[in-house]
């Protein structure tokens, strides 16, 4: 009998976390989040068979789920209880918490228990909430999950989380009659991307900030942090393949509390299994990390291998949860996950994994970038303006110097610009539109500007948030010029701005790996590319045969050996991988930034390390990505822009360093040193700008290279 796999990411259902109002009973959950509610196991979702359509003119089919604790001879168990198909695709829920799942359709929340077991099949629940309004530089399209804090939203004090990819965390009481969403922005770009938990011990949502150093604590009325502070982890020693193994994996965290009361931090690893032709193939777990967090005068988290008669749930969508392994038949100090594409359960002592069953520029433009603009006045057109300033780096030393050309002090608000490319911006003020004010080689009486189509957000993605621009050529207004907008999630967009007719082809990408990734455009291949996740395998995009299947390579990344305490240190970091390339010498390069909090100067975010790959030093393998800390002659330059790489020489600059600038930090890393120097300040539109020699060489028909 073939089994299908179709809802493996919709799983594991808890105990009603243990109702107040009721003595403890079985329950059920799902890899999204489910309640358990009397006689029903802890299952997991496996897909719906099916068979007809509803009065209501639903596609419906029959409920299949598999027993957690089911042997894997035993077959699936198809039910009676028919729940609409549409809630078997990839974007049919949003995310579950005790039993209850929520859709999101024209733009609506509704929580429904139909895919409960034990719930009425003839009269499912459905509890529609309001529309939730978008905040000022957020969206609301995109949801990393749902959490609710109590086990019925029809109770009178519950509360429902919805976090949105980015600043917006939403809170909502569904039992109420005039019912209304408390919108909160979080600041901290560290949790933009966080999972919420409800914490019953203590009475907040919560959330683990990306490098695992800080949790957040949310209600309707107060918020707080809790700082675990730099030097808090302690893991568990590694072999030096482990740890290569490790740093190239996909890592999310899940904050999990055990009916103990205690609370753990599970930090989930994650590599690629590949398929025979080379094109990339599903996520597959790699390894658990278990710590358990010490309330003491510090809090700390400490690694462990036993975690006693509990086992955790896990799952991509769910809420996660945990339970007395021995009241329910389970394997004690076992993980069981679903993650998009398989499940299993591992032993937390052995991390062994378990089947579980089935351009125009002219003035001569320096290499420079944006300091910001000092505010001189106001015109009718752009409203306050300001005289541009810029940081010159066009010789051996660097200075700021204020010009008189004068630009729309929005550009220099965080959220006044998309991104930048070649010396033109994209922003989005009174729609999508290129602009070459702050290239500091235009004139202000000639600058220019490309008014761009609306953006066309494709189903289940979001045109708000944006990761990078790049383009195919210095200048727009050149024919062949593509523009490439990469948006935090699975769309990617691509428009020529000199059409008379322009439009956007929109592309969605389908491996998560690249939701996150920034884009640039290689001269070489003559695409777009983009970085994977961890950097295992690079896509590759132009409009031609690379438009509905992406071109994939994978070779792998040969990482340098660690220190059991290096590895550690980088682990407590964010990671983000980029592309550049050397138009001068025809390489290519992957720069893997790690950036660390710094507890001591108020939690800011800092440059920590920079890693460097190239191809061609593995003369068995050429094309794989190989680290070194030389790449002669050249110096790479790092900001919210397309990366570039110039001759050092050429340009009077450090050769084999990175110079690189953030909203809060400007420096520069030597990378044979290994050392950084770097200085804080409020850089508003932190954006590096190509020197005039880069860019007249990056024209459509170049003659020489920078």
């Known amino acids: 009998k073939k089994k299908k796999h179709t809802m493996s990411s919709l799983l594991l259902s808890r105990l009603s976390r243990l109702c107040l109002r009721k003595p403890p009973t079985l329950g059920v959950k799902y890899l999204c989040g489910a309640r358990f509610l009397s006689e029903t196991s802890i299952c997991r979702i496996v897909r719906a068979d099916h068979c007809q359509y509803s009065s209501r003119d639903e596609s419906v089919g029959k409920l299949v789920i598999h027993n957690v604790n089911a042997s894997d001879s035993e077959d699936d168990e198809v039910l009676e209880k028919m729940v609409p198909m549409e809630l078997m695709t990839g974007s049919g829920t949003i995310g579950a918490s005790h039993g209850w799942v929520a859709t999101f359709k024209e733009s609506i929340v509704c929580l429904q228990d139909d895919l409960n077991p034990r719930a009425s099949n003839s009269d499912p629940k459905r509890i529609s909430l309001p529309r939730p309004q978008t905040l000022p530089h957020c969206q609301t399209q995109l949801v990393t999950n749902v959490a609710m804090s109590s086990s019925s939203p029809e109770d009178d004090d519950c509360i429902v989380a919805v976090k949105f990819v980015g600043p917006q965390l939403s809170l909502c009481r569904p039992a109420e009659k005039s019912k209304k969403w408390v919108n909160i922005r979080i600041e901290d770009p560290g949790f933009f991307n966080s999972r919420v938990m409800y914490s019953k011990r203590d009475k907040m949502f919560s959330m683990l900030d990306c490098v695992g150093t800080h949790i957040g604590y949310w209600d309707l009325e107060k918020h707080r942090s809790r700082n675990l502070g730099s030097f808090s982890y302690y893991y568990e020693e590694f072999v030096q393949s482990q740890l290569q193994q490790l740093s190239q994996c996909y890592r999310t965290e899940h904050l999990v509390e055990a009916p103990t009361g205690e609370t753990f931090i599970v930090k989930w690893y994650s590599d690629l299994l590949w398929g025979?032709?080379?094109?990339?193939?599903?996520?597959?777990?790699?390894?658990?990390?278990?710590?358990?967090?010490?309330?003491?005068?510090?809090?700390?988290?400490?690694?462990?291998?036993?975690?006693?008669?509990?086992?955790?749930?896990?799952?991509?969508?769910?809420?996660?949860?945990?339970?007395?392994?021995?009241?329910?038949?389970?394997?004690?100090?076992?993980?069981?996950?679903?993650?998009?594409?398989?499940?299993?359960?591992?032993?937390?002592?052995?991390?062994?994994?378990?089947?579980?069953?089935?351009?125009?520029?002219?003035?001569?433009?320096?290499?420079?970038?944006?300091?910001?603009?000092?505010h001189c006045g106001e015109n009718w057109v752009d409203g306050d303006i300001g005289r541009l300033m810029i940081?010159?780096?066009?010789?051996?030393?660097?200075?700021?110097?204020?010009?008189?050309?004068?630009?729309?002090?929005?550009?220099?608000?965080?959220?006044?610009?998309?991104?930048?490319?070649?010396?033109?911006?994209?922003?989005?003020?009174?729609?999508?539109?290129?602009?070459?004010?702050?290239?500091?080689?235009?004139?202000?009486?000639?600058?220019?500007?490309?008014?761009?189509?609306?953006?066309?957000?494709?189903?289940?993605?979001?045109?708000?948030?944006?990761?990078?621009?790049?383009?195919?050529?210095?200048?727009?207004?050149?024919?062949?010029?593509?523009?490439?907008?990469?948006?935090?999630?699975?769309?990617?967009?691509?428009?020529?701005?000199?059409?008379?007719?322009?439009?956007?082809?929109?592309?969605?990408?389908?491996?998560?790996?690249?939701?996150?990734?920034?884009?640039?455009?290689?001269?070489?291949?003559?695409?777009?590319?983009?970085?994977?996740?961890?950097?295992?395998?690079?896509?590759?995009?132009?409009?031609?045969?690379?438009?509905?299947?992406?071109?994939?390579?994978?070779?792998?990344?040969?990482?340098?050996?660690?220190?059991?305490?290096?590895?550690?240190?980088?682990?407590?970091?964010?990671?983000?991988?980029?592309?550049?390339?050397?138009?001068?010498?025809?390489?290519?390069?992957?720069?893997?930034?790690?950036?660390?909090?710094?507890?001591?100067?108020?939690?800011?975010?800092?440059?920590?390390?920079?890693?460097?790959?190239?191809?061609?030093?593995?003369?068995?393998?050429?094309?794989?990505?190989?680290?070194?800390?030389?790449?002669?002659?050249?110096?790479?330059?790092?900001?919210?822009?397309?990366?570039?790489?110039?001759?050092?020489?050429?340009?009077?600059?450090?050769?084999?360093?990175?110079?690189?600038?953030?909203?809060?930090?400007?420096?520069?890393?030597?990378?044979?040193?290994?050392?950084?120097?770097?200085?804080?300040?409020?850089?508003?539109?932190?954006?590096?700008?190509?020197?005039?020699?880069?860019?007249?060489?990056?024209?459509?028909?170049?003659s020489n290279s920078p």
């Open 276 to 374: 025979s032709e080379g094109n990339f193939g599903n996520p597959r777990w790699q390894r658990f990390m278990v710590f358990k967090i010490r309330y003491d005068q510090i809090c700390t988290a400490v690694s462990t291998k036993d975690i006693g008669d509990l086992c955790i749930f896990l799952s991509t969508k769910g809420e996660p949860f945990s339970v007395k392994a021995s009241l329910y038949g389970l394997n004690p100090n076992y993980i069981y996950y679903v993650g998009h594409f398989n499940f299993g359960k591992v032993n937390i002592r052995d991390n062994v994994w378990r089947h579980l069953v089935g351009a125009r520029f002219l003035s001569e433009t320096p290499l420079c970038h944006i300091y910001g603009a000092e």
């Open 391 to 702: 940081t010159d780096f066009s010789g051996p030393s660097c200075w700021t110097r204020v010009l008189e050309k004068t630009v729309p002090m929005y550009m220099m608000a965080e959220t006044g610009t998309m991104g930048a490319s070649h010396g033109w911006v994209l922003t989005s003020k009174y729609g999508p539109y290129l602009s070459d004010d702050l290239n500091p080689g235009v004139s202000e009486s000639d600058f220019s500007g490309i008014v761009l189509p609306d953006f066309e957000t494709l189903p289940h993605c979001q045109t708000e948030l944006v990761t990078n621009v790049a383009m195919s050529s210095s200048s727009p207004d050149d024919e062949d010029c593509i523009l490439a907008v990469k948006f935090v999630g699975p769309q990617l967009s691509l428009c020529r701005p000199a059409e008379k007719n322009k439009k956007w082809v929109n592309i969605r990408i389908e491996d998560p790996a690249f939701f996150n990734s920034r884009v640039m455009y290689t001269k070489r291949d003559k695409k777009f590319a983009m970085p994977a996740y961890g950097g295992t395998h690079v896509g590759y995009w132009d409009l031609g045969e690379n438009l509905e299947k992406p071109k994939l390579c994978r070779r792998g990344l040969y990482t340098p050996q660690l220190l059991q305490s290096e590895w550690e240190e980088l682990d407590l970091c964010c990671t983000v991988e980029e592309l550049v390339e050397s138009r001068s010498t025809q390489e290519m390069f992957m720069i893997k930034r790690f950036r660390k909090r710094n507890n001591n100067k108020g939690g800011r975010m800092e440059e920590h390390q920079i890693w460097v790959f190239k191809q061609g030093l593995n003369r068995c393998n050429p094309l794989q990505w190989c680290y070194t800390t030389d790449i002669g002659d050249l110096c790479i330059f790092l900001s919210k822009s397309e990366p570039f790489c110039l001759k050092a020489s050429s340009h009077q600059k450090c050769q084999n360093s990175i110079y690189f600038i953030d909203k809060s930090e400007r420096g520069i890393f030597t990378l044979g040193g290994k050392c950084k120097t770097s200085n804080f300040s409020n850089f508003t539109a932190p954006y590096f700008i190509p020197p005039q020699s880069y860019l007249n060489a990056n024209r459509s028909n170049p």
